[in-house]
């Protein structure tokens, strides 16, 4: 054990790589990209340290060429959920004993090998498999990641040094220990981020844990797997699966050892898997602690006195980045008709200069979404908008997957602020938009707050503070992370811990210290230096 109370370096989110035209950096990714794209990867589960292949192999396509086989994964069985669950299980002891230091040290390593030599794999692994253009995936695999490294090493500190007060003979401590039992982390394709930080967070603590990745997202996986070894994480403490999702949450969800989910996904599975946990609460050690971060339907609502230019702006990127696939994208937005004409304008001159293809190419904004169910989806709401008479798809519309699943970023216009494309998440290139008539601000503050059961993002556009502070507290309840003048995507770790609450999940906050409190069991200790030898109190004469 340390012999010394150690300090961690102090975080500082990592710097954005520009990656202009004709720079080194981008020359260094693209090539990076192309010879990736050349390659035949094979993809192995990693249990108790070990690379695991089955005889059933599944081709890993890119979303932006999908005849394009960038190589395959093994699927896995429940004997390998079993295999995973026995492994951790094993590593436990050993791992709650190595002191706090050391665990950060792989971590912080692990932070500083994406910041170096691992930064173009990363990056390009998102970029092919994932289709996140040079910038998203530089914001999300390389930089997000690495905050949540360095800045979650920093929180551990922070909480371990939280201690009681003492009275006078004696002294009181806290002790943060890891769960008791194992740990479940099942991420989601559309963040490399969020699918490193959901097993490495509870890992920190002390916890051992079996990840489950997306199937759209283990191209990635598999470098930050290989960025966790190489960092020098133990065999069996992170042990990544890639196995039938249902029958996995069954099997691990059943079993007594387990003691926490960390999830990120659909709403619709969250609760699925909350309702497993609640049939099998009578089998569990202990009650396990449940962290979800789901869905959204997130609101832009601008005011007459709005800046033109910064509301037009604020939805084309906080509805089209990453082609609306973040839970945070702008989907929803509602518009003074005072000001419209001109913010339409505004958005339609600024989205006929986006470039649509393949994220090879650094100056393409939009790229393909995730694959053929996502696009039929989207090709569908826009289909029935064009249809309706409650509907007018104003700019966009067309859907293309000769070569990959590419949808046109697209604006529908609605006299109905309840229509579907209103109200239901799409996680697509499509944003919804009802023009109000300006004397109702008061009464679209109340629709927003109302029209949907998420809560996660949203975004008001003011000059007037008074209608501001009107909508701050009108929507208090209506999103867990809220932009004023702003897009309500990009929250960075550290400045805006991220999560909602509602339908969006249990608002643990991503990117905090708040978070990282979930996977940690508190025991209080008192120790008193002279005890009493008398049972008799004062009061007794």
């Known amino acids: 054990m340390s012999k010394a109370i150690s300090q961690v370096p102090f975080a500082i989110n990592e710097p954005v790589r520009s990656y202009e035209p004709g720079s080194d950096e981008v020359k260094s990714l693209i090539s990076t990209y192309k010879k990736m794209w050349k390659e035949k990867i094979e993809i192995p589960m990693v249990i108790g340290g070990k690379e695991i292949t089955t005889d059933e192999k599944v081709d890993i396509n890119s979303p932006q060429d999908h005849q394009h086989t960038v190589g395959f994964y093994h699927k896995g069985t429940m004997k390998h959920v079993d295999d995973a669950i026995n492994s951790a299980l094993a590593a436990k002891e050993k791992w709650n004993n190595l002191g706090w230091e050391q665990r950060a040290a792989i971590f912080l390593k692990a932070a500083d090998l994406i910041a170096g030599p691992y930064r173009d794999r990363l990056n390009a692994a998102t970029m092919i498999a994932q289709s996140k253009n040079v910038h998203q995936a530089e914001i999300d695999a390389a930089c997000e990641f690495i905050d949540f490294l360095r800045f979650n090493v920093e929180f551990m500190t922070e909480l371990y040094s939280e201690q009681p007060v003492s009275d006078t003979g004696i002294w009181n401590r806290s002790e943060y220990r890891p769960l008791e039992g194992f740990c479940f982390a099942v991420t989601p394709f559309n963040f490399t981020a969020i699918s490193g930080n959901l097993p490495t967070c509870m890992a920190m603590m002390g916890n051992v844990v079996v990840w489950k990745p997306s199937d759209k997202q283990v191209y990635s996986a598999k470098v930050i797997m290989d960025i966790l070894i190489e960092a020098g994480l133990p065999e069996g403490v992170i042990n990544m699966v890639f196995t039938d999702g249902k029958e996995t949450a069954e099997k691990v969800l059943a079993h007594p050892d387990f003691a926490g989910l960390h999830f990120t996904g659909s709403t619709k599975v969250f609760q699925s898997m909350w309702k497993m946990m609640g049939d099998n ?257 004062p009061y007794l004469g």
């Open 281 to 537: 609460i009578h089998n569990y050690k202990t009650y396990p602690r449940i962290v979800g971060e789901t869905g959204g339907k997130d609101f832009v609502i601008a005011h007459p006195s709005a800046n033109i230019e910064a509301v037009a702006t604020g939805l084309v990127r906080g509805a089209f980045e990453y082609q609306g696939q973040k839970c945070s994208a702008a989907s929803r937005a509602y518009i003074p008709k005072s000001i419209w004409n001109e913010v339409k304008a505004v958005m339609e001159a600024q989205m006929k200069t986006i470039k649509m293809g393949s994220p090879e190419d650094p100056s393409n904004f939009v790229n393909a979404v995730i694959d053929k169910n996502s696009f039929e989806k989207c090709k569908g709401y826009i289909e029935r908008a064009q249809n309706s008479k409650e509907a007018d798809v104003i700019i966009g519309g067309k859907c293309d997957d000769s070569k990959g699943w590419f949808v046109e970023p697209t604006v529908i216009v609605t006299t109905n602020p309840k229509y579907e494309s209103v109200c239901e998440e799409i996680f697509g290139p499509i944003l919804s938009i009802y023009v109000f008539e300006d004397e109702d601000w008061s009464a679209t503050l109340k629709l927003v707050d109302e029209t949907s059961p998420y809560s996660l993002t949203g975004a008001v556009f003011a000059q007037d503070r008074y209608a501001i502070d009107e909508a701050y507290k009108a929507l208090e309840n209506a999103s867990g992370n809220f932009y004023i003048n702003d897009k309500p995507t990009g929250a960075v770790v550290g400045q805006q811990p991220f999560g909602g609450a509602r339908a969006s999940g249990t608002n643990d906050k991503a990117g905090s210290k708040m978070n990282l409190l979930r996977w940690v069991s508190v025991r209080s200790i008192k120790e008193t230096f002279v005890s009493p030898k008398d049972y008799k109190y």
